[in-house]
């Protein structure tokens, strides 16, 4: 994605199709904008933005992405909780996709992991982890691990600098 200057200045939705494209090309089983779990009103089903299954069909993992130029605590608030509305049966692996265009990145994800480290999450928190065994300089990820009902639970953030 970053390398494609068409992603460049592209829409979260444009973006996430590009994702839901390469995970298919790879192998896995995934919707997007599918319709599951409940909506952040708990009125309707939730529209997630890439549904992943696993080759039997079960349920395995939910992406939640959005465009951030910067912290916009509603916005990231909003995807953060919509991420957990949306995963009913608690699944032990879901992501958070950050498209960034910050002017600048690294200050950027340092913010993010201070926010993220102290967010009022529905799930306890145990611990934010930043993961550095990745060698690409335009790609962080950070792991909190949740407890919900008494098992632990991931929730990956990736965040990838589109500011090109």
Same mark, same amino acid.
């Given at each position: 994605?970053?390398?494609?200057?068409?992603?460049?200045?592209?829409?979260?939705?444009?973006?996430?199709?590009?994702?839901?494209?390469?995970?298919?090309?790879?192998?896995?089983?995934?919707?997007?904008?599918?319709?599951?779990?409940?909506?952040?009103?708990?009125?309707?089903?939730?529209?997630?933005?890439?549904?992943?299954?696993?080759?039997?069909? %079960?349920?395995?993992?939910?992406?939640?992405?959005?465009?951030?130029?910067?912290?916009?605590?509603?916005?990231?608030?909003?995807?953060?909780?919509?991420?957990?509305?949306?995963?009913?049966?608690?699944?032990?692996?879901?992501?958070?996709?950050?498209?960034?265009?910050?002017?600048?990145?690294?200050?950027?994800?340092?913010?993010?992991?201070?926010?993220?480290?102290?967010?009022?999450?529905?799930?306890?928190?145990?611990?934010?982890?930043?993961?550095?065994?990745? %060698?690409?300089?335009?790609?962080?990820?950070?792991?909190?691990?949740?407890?919900?009902?008494?098992?632990?639970?991931?929730?990956?953030?990736?965040?990838? %600098?589109?500011?090109?």
């Amino acid at each position: 994605m970053q390398g494609n200057k068409l992603f460049w200045n592209a829409t979260e939705n444009e973006r996430n199709t590009f994702i839901a494209q390469s995970l298919s090309m790879a192998g896995f089983l995934n919707k997007d904008q599918s319709l599951w779990g409940k909506s952040r009103g708990g009125i309707t089903s939730g529209e997630v933005d890439i549904f992943i299954k696993q080759k039997n069909g %079960d349920p395995f993992s939910i992406v939640e992405a959005l465009n951030l130029e910067s912290l916009d605590k509603t916005y990231l608030n909003l995807h953060l909780e919509k991420i957990f509305y949306y995963d009913t049966t608690g699944l032990k692996y879901n992501f958070i996709l950050v498209y960034s265009t910050s002017k600048n990145f690294s200050d950027f994800w340092g913010r993010y992991l201070n926010y993220i480290s102290n967010f009022d999450y529905p799930f306890d928190i145990s611990s934010c982890e930043e993961l550095d065994e990745f %060698d690409y300089t335009d790609i962080r990820i950070c792991r909190t691990l949740h407890t919900r009902n008494g098992k632990e639970t991931y929730l990956y953030h990736i965040m990838v %600098d589109l500011n090109k």
